[in-house]
């Protein structure tokens, strides 16, 4: 079992930058393969990035490559996005999620997380 702690979002004006973190309790935090997703109003929960457990892969979705970037600190058991130029259409509720060793299937589907947070708040405004 992991509990996961999403911090960092804000209202930031367009072509401004934030950086959300994700503190993971317990031990295990090196086992998990961790991932962000986003939901806006009325639409469904998306895929944003993800990174292995080892970190050595990332991924992302198009609509962020290039102003995205996930990252991990295992000493810390924390995961983070950093997003800059960000966009109005960025505005969402950002979600950090965790799947263990072992998981099937790939990093972008949600329902291949075992573990998520409760959300925080992104809002860009024009």
């Known amino acids: 079992q992991v509990q996961l702690v999403e911090s960092g979002g804000g209202l930031v004006q367009a072509g401004g930058s934030l950086r959300l973190s994700c503190a993971a309790s317990?031990?295990?935090?090196?086992?998990?393969?961790m991932g962000w997703f986003r939901q806006a109003p009325g639409k469904e929960r998306m895929f944003v990035a993800a990174?292995?457990?080892?970190?050595?892969?990332?991924f992302y979705a198009d609509s962020v490559k290039g102003r995205f970037t996930i990252s991990r600190d295992t000493t810390k058991n924390t995961a983070y996005l950093q997003m800059n130029s960000l966009k109005p259409e960025d505005t969402a509720v950002y979600y950090c999620?965790?799947?263990?060793?072992?998981?099937?299937?790939?990093?972008?589907?949600?329902?291949?997380?075992?573990?998520w947070g409760q959300g925080t708040q992104v809002t860009v405004s024009s």
């Open positions: 317990g031990r295990t935090f090196s086992t998990y393969g």
């Open positions: 990174i292995s457990r080892s970190g050595n892969d990332q």
């Open positions: 999620a965790a799947r263990r060793i072992g998981a099937i299937g790939n990093y972008y589907s949600t329902g291949n997380y075992d573990y």
